[in-house]
């Protein structure tokens, strides 16, 4: 070998091998200390099996062989590995170790190098990582606990004030800053460890000194508060306190609603904790301490620097703000590893798309932010979210996301025209993404006056949802399901609507999505199941022997309640569980699968039974049929609408019946308007028809005429 | 005497390395060092019947600096996945990882639930426990820094794999 080579290879406290025989290896280059230390010699040929060397690289020698018998190009690495000896002295040593099999001039090599220095700093780096990693997990462990523990409570006993009670102990008792106001943000808790925190003596006067710093803190540094009180949201994100010339705090900051058990916000919960150690370690980590760790983007704060420089410079700019939708119920469903790298993708993607000197950030959970530098037309603006929209819109695959898609919505604020202050782009930009966010899948909206109207009106019509909700303003419609073949009345779905005086009706259509996307559902949903029960008892006690059908949305169905709700309700009600259906879409099906059979089975044991609406239009894994408990397929009435006249549609109705069958299940078309298509439906073997060729939704007691009729 | 390839799993800061000091040296240290790579080591382990030598295979944890790396499986006889009972986040990477390993092997593993001297954030009558325990040959509550039940999980693997490799 050249010196040259030997030189180099000495340098990097490397030894170079070539192959002779299997688990044979001659040495090429010279001998290191360690060397010997490790691997055993015979008659000049290092022996590198199991038992003569080292367990670790007897095991990569299986691959490095495959790799030469393939004369694979470039290297094979074995990664980092770890061996005990005795070197010169009688004292243990680490040696780092990492394996290279390399293919030069038909010769089979292999590198062992000594990574000492290497993975001494990678030990440092990662270990600070890995520190502030579960040291936060503490944290937002610590702040959910609080906070569910409230919940849990308040969904027991259903009084604050009593709730209060049975957690003032533990508050006063946390090490984490609580606060908690009423709706006005009037304080009206907070614990010892809030004072410490803003360092406030506990007899300082006022009393409510700590709130006040925080709600400075609040005004000046989150845009966004007004529209999440308004919305009645939680909130996480961080402060930063300088308390000139004394110190400077970095804050960890979560805000949840508390609602009474009718659902009503009373109460606003603050948690905080001090991440100053935190954030210390980040600086000492150099790139974590102003970009976000998992896309390596600049961060919150980071972009709020850059945007207040941009300002300074006085050129026109668009800001964008860009919300991954129902990015909650990927993790949720796929787990937190997809969650990451959707984000990791979607970094990428966009990344790709803008130029060199935009400035993207992660600025939120599921938020990105961005400056479109130079850029003062608002069809310029459009043209780059556009591509942005685009890009996210591709399905996405990685390790654990197998071509999922998802969409986004964008808020734009242009400077100066609409705002000259950070603090207003970022509220303009916010609020215009939470238009779109309610508006249109994959869209973009531009801040304006009127956009500030409608989104307030649209926080109007949640706030009118949780007060109907409040109220119990809704009622109960019923739409007949008849079995085909002898016109029984075997069910009946039970159908929302919302009755706002001089017979004037807000459609499900308005409302559903507000209910989904505020969380409403839950409640709301609860009070479906509620209500049908005692309607389903009502039924049985006039005695009509009809299945009700209930609808179950995603988000209840992820409720961890759900099925203590769904027993407790069946108690109260005493409704029989063999006469309900629940409803639930193809969507909830790609949840973990284990949790979904686990909660499916709980329900069959009770008897209740399983029906996939809106068959054919969802996620198109056939599998879940068989294995899940599921009784009835409802073809979606898409499908059902052209049924006679589109031979497509034919079709794919005709396979749902066939697999249907096939698979023991019951089929159910809804959506039948016409005789024609109720007749194509009878010569097909479909199961039970629901539409209005029979019976449009009605309430309950028109509904009971129509049973009278027919059993008459 | 039988050789046998055991892999140490888990998410990283569980204590995969202080179980097997612990086991291999009988010592545990306060310091979290974390791990780089991987650490080869071997203890024999006697049971009533038989002896067999572990080669315990240390893993670094998996985290977003660290994937999982299937390649390390190959030929293991047995793994054990090290979960943190003060941390539920590391129970639910922990089922993650078990489930990645499931798809490279069919070996029998164990569920540990390390650290059982701290404060729990979950205990073994907990659903989530119950849903993920049916996976394993064993779940075992042990803790590196007071020693309970490190020897008695492996142990316990030992016996198993003998009477596997039995009949």
Not at chain 1, 116 to 137: C, D, M, P, V
Not at chain 1, 314 to 341: C, M, Q, S, W
Not at chain 1, 470 to 475: I, S
């Amino acid at each position: 070998m050249p010196t040259s080579i030997q030189t180099l290879l000495k340098v990097f406290d490397c030894v170079a091998l070539r192959r002779t025989d299997k688990y044979e290896y001659q040495l090429i280059s010279e001998t290191s200390d360690w060397l010997d230390a490790v691997f055993t010699r015979q008659q000049g040929q290092l022996l590198l099996t199991e038992q003569d060397a080292c367990i670790f690289l007897a095991d990569f020698l299986i691959d490095a062989e495959e790799f030469w018998d393939k004369g694979a190009e470039g290297t094979l690495r074995s990664g980092i590995w770890t061996e005990e000896r005795q070197l010169n002295s009688n004292q243990l040593t680490h040696l780092h170790l990492e394996a290279s099999a390399a293919t030069f001039d038909g010769e089979k090599l292999l590198i062992i190098k000594n990574l000492e220095l290497y993975y001494k700093e990678k030990q440092a780096t990662l270990q600070k990582a890995r520190e502030l990693e579960s040291s936060n997990e503490a944290l937002i462990k610590q702040h959910d606990y609080v906070k569910e523990r409230l919940d849990a409570l308040l969904q027991d006993s259903r009084n604050l004030q009593d709730v209060l009670d049975m957690v003032s102990a533990a508050i006063n008792n946390a090490n984490l800053g609580v606060l908690i106001t009423d709706v006005k943000m009037v304080p009206t808790i907070q614990n010892p460890s809030l004072n410490e925190l803003f360092e406030v003596d506990r007899n300082a006067e006022p009393s409510n000194k700590s709130a006040k710093i925080l709600f400075t803190l609040i005004d000046q540094q989150f845009p966004e508060f007004e529209r999440i009180i308004n919305t009645k949201r939680n909130y996480e994100g961080e402060l930063y306190w300088l308390n000139t010339p004394y110190f400077m705090k970095w804050l960890k900051l979560s805000m949840h609603p508390i609602r009474n058990g009718k659902n009503k916000v009373t109460h606003w919960l603050f948690l905080l904790s001090d991440v100053t150690r935190i954030k210390h370690l980040q600086q000492q980590n150099q790139q974590l301490a102003l970009y976000d760790r998992l896309t390596e983007l600049p961060n919150r704060q980071f972009f709020w620097q850059m945007l207040d420089n941009m300002t300074s410079l006085d050129a026109p700019f668009y800001i964008l703000y860009i919300d991954i939708n129902r990015f909650k119920y990927i993790n949720d469903v796929y787990g937190h590893t997809a969650g990451d790298e959707l984000l990791a993708t979607l970094t990428e993607r966009f990344s790709a798309v803008i130029k060199k000197k935009d400035i993207l950030a992660r600025i939120g959970g599921d938020e990105f932010a961005l400056i479109l530098y130079g850029i003062s037309d608002y069809k310029e603006c459009q043209h780059v979210a556009k591509e942005l929209i685009a890009t996210a819109s591709d399905p996405i695959t990685t390790d654990t996301l197998n071509e999922v898609r998802i969409s986004v919505s964008l808020g734009a604020a242009s400077y100066p025209s609409d705002a000259r202050a950070v603090e207003c782009l970022m509220k303009y930009a916010d609020l215009a993404a939470f238009h779109a966010k309610n508006s249109n899948k994959n869209s973009i909206c531009f801040f304006s006056d009127e956009l500030q109207q409608k989104v307030y009106h649209r926080i109007e019509m949640e706030n009118a949802l949780r007060l109907a909700i409040e109220n119990g303003e809704f009622q109960l419609f019923f739409q007949p399901m008849l079995d085909v073949q002898s016109g029984e009345v075997l069910k009946a779905e039970t159908l929302l609507r919302w009755p706002v005086g001089n017979d004037r009706w807000i459609s499900p259509a308005d409302f559903i999505p507000i209910a989904e996307e505020s969380g409403l559902i839950i409640p709301l949903g609860r009070w479906v199941f509620h209500q049908a029960c005692i309607y389903l008892k009502r039924l049985e006690d006039l005695g009509f022997n009809v299945r009700i059908s209930i609808n179950l949305s995603p988000k209840q169905f992820n409720d961890k309640r759900l099925t203590e709700f769904i027993n407790d309700t069946l108690k109260l009600t005493q409704a029989n569980p063999k006469a309900i259906e629940l409803e639930i879409t193809e969507g909830v099906l790609i949840s973990d699968f284990e949790k979904m059979q686990h909660s499916l089975d709980n329900f069959k044991n009770r008897g209740i039974s399983i029906s996939i609406d809106d068959f054919g239009t969802g996620y198109s894994s056939l599998a879940y049929l068989k294995k899940l408990p599921i009784d009835n397929l409802k073809i979606d009435r898409s499908f059902v609408k052209d049924v006679v006249t589109d031979d497509n549609d034919k079709t794919i109705v005709l396979a749902i019946i066939a697999m249907a069958h096939q698979l023991r299940l019951d089929v159910v078309a809804e959506g039948v308007e016409t005789s024609e298509q109720q007749q194509f439906l009878e010569h097909n073997q479909c199961d039970t028809i629901q539409g209005f060729v029979f019976s449009r939704p009605s309430n309950f007691e028109d509904f009971c005429q129509f049973l009278r009729d027919k059993f008459n | 005497m039988l050789n046998k390839k055991i892999c140490m799993l888990g998410a990283s800061g569980v204590g995969k390395t202080s179980l097997v000091k612990k086991f291999v040296d009988g010592i545990f240290s306060e310091k979290y060092l974390t791990t780089i790579g991987v650490k080869v080591d071997k203890k024999v382990v006697e049971t009533a019947n038989d002896k067999v030598q572990f080669m315990l295979w240390d893993i670094e944890g998996t985290d977003r600096y660290c994937g999982f790396n299937p390649r390390y499986l190959r030929g293991a006889a047995a793994y054990l996945v090290v979960v943190d009972k003060t941390r539920s986040q590391s129970l639910i990477d922990g089922d993650e990882i078990r489930k990645l390993a499931e798809e490279v092997t069919d070996s029998p593993a164990l569920l540990i639930l390390n650290k059982s001297d701290l404060e729990p954030m979950f205990t073994l009558d907990d659903p989530q426990i119950k849903q993920l325990e049916q996976h394993f040959i064993a779940t075992i509550e042990t803790s590196a820094k007071t020693g309970k039940n490190v020897e008695y999980a492996f142990h316990c693997l030992a016996e198993h794999l003998i009477c596997s490799s039995e009949s």
